[in-house]
């Protein structure tokens, strides 16, 4: 195996930097664009095994990299809860219901990955039989505030103002809400390490939309929770975008390395988080 990535990782002396991309699969492969279209679209692509390892292995033989990221998406967890989602072309996903009160809260579900999320787990499998080594595969899950948004807000968003707004004005059921997500993220990252991915990531996409007092208030314990709940599996890897505001407090989390955005200088992050 190509264990370069998994080296580094270790925090071992490695020869150079190990490189994948975070949308190595996608757009960027007109061999994905056939699949996809032959798959009828994004989430008929994604919840069919067979076909999602071979999106998954495309850019392994296209550009070499030296891992393989999970073709899935972060909101496989949200529909595994009760929320299902729909993914509008060129607009991107809408969620018919949305979590804006207790009531909406009780009807969400435990999540049972075996069971919810299987068409996942089979892709890995497929993914790891077909891989046959060359590379180490990544897989992923989005974290709690992210999800969060998604699932009080609906849709995208440029500022998540009402999910900000959940936070403050609604501490008991805005924290209700993200122990949930926590609880079924945790349970779905676990089962994909037994199915054999080598890493996993969180993606905070959304994390720069909140101030650090915010952040490390109300999202960081459950951060705290999820990752120390993951501990010493496989290497992990947290990616808060927009969140270097707060890079020294990821630094707290028990996981084996930060992502940073473009926006972020490495030599000062590094400073920052050995700090």
Known sequence: MNDLLLRALRGEE???????????????????????????????????????????IQPIEAYGVDAAILFSDILVVPEAMGLPYNLVEK???????????????????????????????????VTLKELQGRVPLIGFAGAPWTLF??????????????????????????DALLTAITKATKAYLHAQIEAGVHVVQLFDSWAGSL?????????????????????????????????????????????????????????WARRLADE
């Open 211 to 267: 101030s650090r007092e915010l952040y490390v208030q109300r999202i960081l314990p459950h951060m705290q929770d999820l990752v120390e709940g993951l501990r010493g599996r496989v290497p992990l890897t947290v990616f808060a975008k927009g969140g270097s505001h707060f890079l020294q407090d990821l630094a707290t989390l028990p996981c084996t390395a930060l992502g940073l955005d473009w926006q972020t200088n490495r030599q």
């Open 91 to 125: 607009v991107g996903p809408r969620f018919p219901e949305t979590i804006r009160s207790l009531a909406d809260l009780n009807r969400l579900h435990e999540v049972d990955p075996g069971r919810d999320l299987k068409y996942v787990i089979d892709a890995i499998e």
């Open 14 to 56: 490695v020869e150079r930097p190990p490189v994948w991309m975070m949308r190595q699969a996608g757009r960027t492969l007109p061999e994905y664009r056939a699949v996809r279209a032959e798959a009828g679209g994004f989430k008929d692509l994604l919840m069919n095994p067979n076909r999602a390892a071979e999106v998954t």
């Open 149 to 174: 948004c998604y699932m009080v807000e609906g849709k995208g968003s440029k500022d998540w103002t009402l999910a900000r707004r959940m936070l403050w004005e609604e501490p008991a059921l805005s």
